[in-house]
């Protein structure tokens, strides 16, 4: 079994920064891909972000340009800098971590999100 915990996020002003972090514990062959999704009440979710124990990041379209990724492969955590933050960034945000067990199964787990808020 695998566990996401998240940190950080919280409440933050417009123009401004805030940070989310999310470690993968368990028992696993391996994670290609962890990263973020967010969904904001009423709204669908949408990816924000996910990057490859390769490096490889792929960034949504509504956070390029403000938002950044960065992952350390040792601990299995990765990192979300929230950087000139919109109001319409308030969402809850969700830890995703893709999944190989040690039988090869695949397999995607979920954070049990953390709220960002942003508003003046």
């Known amino acids: 079994q695998v566990h996401l915990v998240e940190s950080g996020g919280g409440l933050g002003q417009p123009g401004g920064s805030l940070r989310v972090s999310c470690e993968a514990s368990g028992s696993f062959r391996s994670i290609p891909t962890m990263g973020w999704y967010r969904q904001a009440p009423g709204k669908e979710r949408e990816l924000v972000v996910n990057i490859t124990s390769g490096g490889t990041i792929v960034v949504g379209d509504s956070v390029k340009g403000r938002f950044t990724i960065s992952g350390d492969n040792g601990k299995n955590t990765v990192s979300l800098q929230m950087n000139s933050l919109k109001p319409e960034d308030t969402a809850v945000y969700y830890c995703?971590?893709?999944?190989?067990?040690?039988?090869?199964?695949?397999?995607?787990?979920w954070g049990r999100g953390t709220q960002v808020t942003v508003s003046s």
């Open positions: 995703f971590a893709d999944v190989i067990s040690y039988t090869s199964m695949r397999r995607t787990y």
